[in-house]
């Protein structure tokens, strides 16, 4: 949210908070749109410490309590976007980052948020969190994948070496959250990074973040970019589009297709919920296995696509054991045995 | 392994990547195509009738993009490049992700190829166990397979027990192939040659004749 529009000294500040997203960061720039401003600052000390709170107490296969890393990704390429169009250092692009002694503000840290947007360009600065710390947060919470820029070369070409350390960390968290079948989170790693494949093959690279909830089993991985996208011209092109794409029908000279597909097949063995967007267009696979549609019509462009995906898996740490839970450990597993012999899963 | 004809699909890998500790095989259009692009060069170059190792060794995965490229697209310019006749390449698979991979890719592609695995088969989809080597571990057909190309296969490792080459005459004593016409059983082998599952040379004494073998009894040197 635009919380300060000094026009005449050419000061302007947007405030973001746990719900923004990057729709809401370019509708706030849009006012801008026109202004010479001198200094435009990214306060993210309006986040709260439940941006990291995942401590139910239920086991709730299926059901998930914060997403935390879709909106940072998707705010932190929004401002990427936004600052490869300004003339940098005519205007000067600040961000104000809540203070590591915070709870909120150690998250973000870890997450290498301030590394990514003083990559960006931004000048970054600290202060407290501007509302007070309610709530636990959940501790044993690991930050699966920091934020990284996938960053593509002249010619297209990532840095290999970039991918092998981001695949290592997301392979070392699904060891754990299969102890039992090394395989099985070697392929889940490779299906992630059908994902990545994809955003380099037609995004110009992105930005991928990921949260991993131990105490909850889940897994949280997004990624994000601001180019490329499956096409179309109105927020509802972009949805048909995105249908196409989910459905197999769209267009290809020869092989390809795998992300969705092998991104579907995966969420749906897990009992996760796989988000994809299409610029303005949002398509939602559900644990039930329905989908679900939006378009946000806010009249603005919002380019280029993400992919967010959630997995349920079974709880590394202790929890209490409830029924839910020891019904829900054999259905996964027989989840899991059928995704791996190639059938199709219950 | 004991084959003279090797790939060394890692060691290319990390080259074209330029990244010395690469084990991983992703990113299609910036390693996938241009991996199969080598691979295809490499096997053109490679002399016919001899089992080509395709060796995956130190790969600890691949993504199914890449598996697509170097996988069943490659076969299927095998199948069609008139300067890759006769040559028989099998991919040989040292880690189950790899390979559970390759087979899927392979199944997707309604194709199939010979896959040599170290380590268990059991319960891996896609792919349907041969014979066991001594040097490279378990023979597998990576991808689809019917049951009948899959009888003609297990005949024909039946008779290279026996140092017996495999011809449309002898298919006679399948039963699914007993009663039709000479042109459909030759047309049963073709097929599986065209997937470089059977190999063949003409038969010296009679050169409307061919000679199969399946593809991991063909001399590797």
Redesign the interface.
């Known amino acids: 949210m635009l919380i300060q529009a000094d026009h005449f000294n050419g000061c302007y500040r947007i405030a973001l908070n746990n719900a923004s997203d990057g729709a809401e960061v370019v509708s706030d720039l849009s006012y801008l749109c026109g202004a010479t401003p001198k200094t435009l600052t990214f306060d993210f000390t309006h986040m709260a410490a439940p941006l990291t709170q995942e401590d139910r107490e239920d086991y709730l296969p299926g059901s998930f309590g914060y997403q935390p890393t879709r909106q940072l990704t998707e705010v932190v390429a929004a401002i990427d976007a936004y600052a490869a169009l300004v003339p940098i250092p005519a205007h000067r692009l600040t961000a104000l980052l809540p203070d590591r002694q915070s709870r909120v503000g150690a998250f973000l840290a870890d997450m290498q948020l301030s590394a990514v947007l003083a990559h960006i360009g931004l000048v970054v600065t600290f202060a407290g969190p501007a509302n007070l710390e309610l709530g636990n947060d959940d501790t044993t919470r690991q930050n699966l994948i920091r934020l990284t820029s996938i960053i593509l070369a002249s010619d297209?070409?990532?840095n290999?070496?970039q991918?092998?350390q981001t695949?290592s960390r997301i392979e070392n968290v699904f060891s754990l959250a299969l102890p039992s079948n090394v395989?099985l989170a070697?392929?889940f790693?490779?299906?992630t990074?059908?994902a990545?494949?994809n955003a380099?093959?037609y995004g110009g690279g992105g930005i991928i973040g990921g949260l991993y909830y131990p105490r909850a089993g889940e897994v949280e991985i997004s990624l994000v970019n601001r180019c490329g996208g499956f096409g179309g011209r109105t927020p509802a092109d972009e949805l048909e589009t995105l249908i196409s794409a989910w459905e197999g029908s769209s267009h290809r000279g020869?092989?390809?297709g795998?992300?969705i597909a092998?991104l579907s097949r995966l969420t749906a063995a897990c009992f996760g919920t796989l988000l994809l967007r299409n610029g303005s267009a949002t398509l939602q696979l559900l644990p039930d296995g329905s989908l679900t549609a939006s378009v946000d019509e806010t009249g603005l462009p919002t380019p280029g696509a993400a992919v967010t995906i959630l997995l349920q898996l079974l709880p590394t740490h202790a929890i209490g054991r409830t029924d839910a839970l020891r019904s829900f450990e054999s259905v996964l597993e027989a989840s899991l045995v059928m995704y791996?012999?190639?059938?199709s899963t219950p | 392994m004991n084959m003279a004809h090797r790939y060394p699909v890692l060691e290319r890998a990390r080259r074209i990547t330029h990244t010395p500790d690469l084990d991983i095989l992703e990113v299609r259009k910036h390693l996938g195509l241009p991996l199969a692009n080598d691979m295809r060069q490499w096997l053109a170059d490679q002399p016919p009738l001899r089992g080509l190792c395709l060796d995956f060794s130190g790969v600890r995965a691949v993504t199914l993009s890449v598996a697509e490229e170097v996988g069943p697209l490659l076969m299927q310019t095998v199948a069609q490049d008139p300067a890759l006749e006769q040559r028989y390449p099998t991919f040989h698979l040292r880690s189950p992700e790899p390979a559970y991979t390759f087979a899927r890719a392979f199944a997707n592609h309604s194709w199939a190829a010979v896959g040599t695995i170290e380590g268990s088969v059991d319960s891996m989809a896609a792919t349907t166990p041969m014979a066991t080597l001594d040097d490279c571990g378990a023979v597998v057909i990576l991808g689809q397979l019917t049951k009948q190309m899959e009888q003609i296969l297990r005949f024909a490792e039946l008779r290279a027990h026996s140092n017996a080459a495999l011809t449309s005459e002898d298919l006679i004593e399948l039963d699914f192939l007993a009663e039709v016409s000479p042109a459909a059983r030759s047309k049963r082998l073709t097929e599986l040659y065209v997937r470089r599952l059977l190999g063949f040379e003409e038969n010296p004494r009679n050169p409307k004749e061919r000679l199969f073998t399946a593809t991991w009894r063909l001399p590797a040197r």
């Not at chain 1, 791996?340 to 059938?343: D, L, N, S």
Request: aromatic fraction near 6%; glycine fraction near 20%; avoid cysteine.
């Open positions: 297209g070409s990532p290999f070496a991918l092998q695949r395989d070697s392929s790693t490779s299906i990074f059908e990545v494949d380099i093959e020869r092989g390809g795998n992300g092998e791996q012999r190639g059938g």
